[in-house]
């Protein structure tokens, strides 16, 4: 089998801790060939720390230049249509990072635009291999869980607003909160109950501690960097503009119903949840605890999970690397991709829908931006 090439588009914290060391893993079937970022310090001491033989300072020079295969999109989130264009009008297939758009309308282009030059695009919702998500996954389409009819949960920190990139400003980032975890936790609910639709959403979002407090004490793991950062920009509260905090409820097309909370700063305990409520069981994660009956008792069950059942366990990032590898060996083997097109075109109209609500004060349904 013909090795794939592959470039890295910027050479931040998740480039460093999570794409490069996957496909530094799979050597058998990538060559890293290039990597870029406008700070061409961090360029370099990237292609120095995983032995890739170029680096560069313009994306369109490295992609006219080497012509790779796949290329990684790495760059902040207001980025990521114009960087993953440039990466498919090269003819690369592309992982870019979440959330892939900032609109409903630009994941379109996007995904048209892949469609149209034949490559695939697939957005990073890496979080779905996490054992937890895999397990529930299993255990709904098994039909242990039955119907669910209720989800909830909470990815909360109660101070871990990223502060060494530019996750904070509306320009770079789009969103705050809600585009950097809650995508996560709303792509992977939706996938485990067989990526069911979002019909309708009330939402709210605030921001009232992280442009006013200084000095809280609060560390890069809190705020999402448990490895450390590797290209720090100056952080000022003044310059905090998107939501630190986001809440609400949706209706989904099948009845069932979700609430969630998600948050880089509340006064409230750090939490990271999901609960779903179905006919015959309910899961509790990341616990993976199913809580059902049998005969007169209500029982738990705690499944025994094996050490090969949770793989690259000693990553950062694990799921960069099962991702990667779902997408090689689509590109390599026609296996069919994990996370598709029109799921996450759909969580980024939920996204978008949770936001217009918010602004709005009413209930949004998610039609009004899907069309
Ligand atoms: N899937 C996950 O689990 C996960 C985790 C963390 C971050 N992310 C996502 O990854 C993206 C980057 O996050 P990060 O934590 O690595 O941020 P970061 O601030 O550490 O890195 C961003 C890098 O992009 C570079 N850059 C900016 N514009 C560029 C351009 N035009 N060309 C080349 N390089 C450019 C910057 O110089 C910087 O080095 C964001 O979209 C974020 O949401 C995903």
Not at 42 to 57: L, N
Not at 267 to 289: F, V, W
């Amino acid at each position: 089998m013909k090795k794939l090439k592959v470039a890295v588009i910027s050479c931040g914290m998740i480039a460093n801790k999570g794409h490069l060391p996957a496909y530094r893993h799979y050597a058998d079937r990538c060559e890293l060939a290039a990597v870029c970022d406008l700070n061409p310090q961090a360029a370099q001491d990237t292609a120095e720390r995983f032995g890739v033989r170029k680096w560069y300072t313009d994306a369109e020079k490295m992609l006219a230049k080497e012509r790779p295969d796949l290329v990684s999109v790495c760059v902040p989130n207001g980025l990521h249509k114009e960087v993953t264009m440039l990466a498919l009008s090269y003819g690369a297939h592309v992982i870019c990072e979440k959330p892939i758009a900032l609109s409903y309308k630009d994941a379109r282009e996007m995904f048209d635009a892949a469609a149209k030059a034949g490559r695939s695009l697939t957005a990073c919702q890496v979080i779905r291999y996490y054992p937890e998500f895999s397990f529930a996954k299993e255990m709904h389409e098994q039909g242990m869980l039955g119907d669910v009819y209720y989800t909830e949960f909470s990815l909360v920190r109660r101070r871990g607003v990223p502060k060494w990139g530019a996750f904070h400003k509306k320009a770079a980032s789009g969103g705050g909160v809600l585009c950097d975890l809650g995508v996560h936790m709303i792509d992977a609910a939706l996938w485990i109950m067989g990526n069911q639709k979002v019909r309708s959403v009330t939402g709210m979002t605030s921001s009232y501690l992280s442009r006013t407090e200084d000095g809280i004490v609060t560390s890069l793991v809190e705020s999402g960097a448990p490895a450390g950062v590797f290209t720090r920009q100056e952080y000022r509260k003044e310059d905090f503009e998107v939501e630190e905090f986001a809440c609400g409820s949706m209706r989904l097309e099948n009845g069932s119903c979700m609430n969630f909370k998600t948050a880089w700063a509340v006064n409230l305990p750090g939490e990271y949840s999901m609960r779903m409520a179905g006919t015959k069981a309910g899961i509790l994660l990341p616990e993976m605890k199913l809580l059902g009956t049998m005969g007169r008792y209500q029982t738990d069950f705690e499944p025994k999970v094996f050490p090969g059942e949770r793989p690259f366990a000693g990553e950062v990032f694990p799921g960069h690397f099962l991702l990667a590898e779902n997408v090689m060996d689509h590109i390599q083997n026609g296996t069919e991709l994990m996370i598709r097109p029109e799921q996450t075109l759909h969580v980024t109209a939920v996204i978008e829908a949770v936001y217009r609500s918010a602004e709005e004060g009413r209930e949004v349904l998610v039609s009004e931006i899907e069309g």
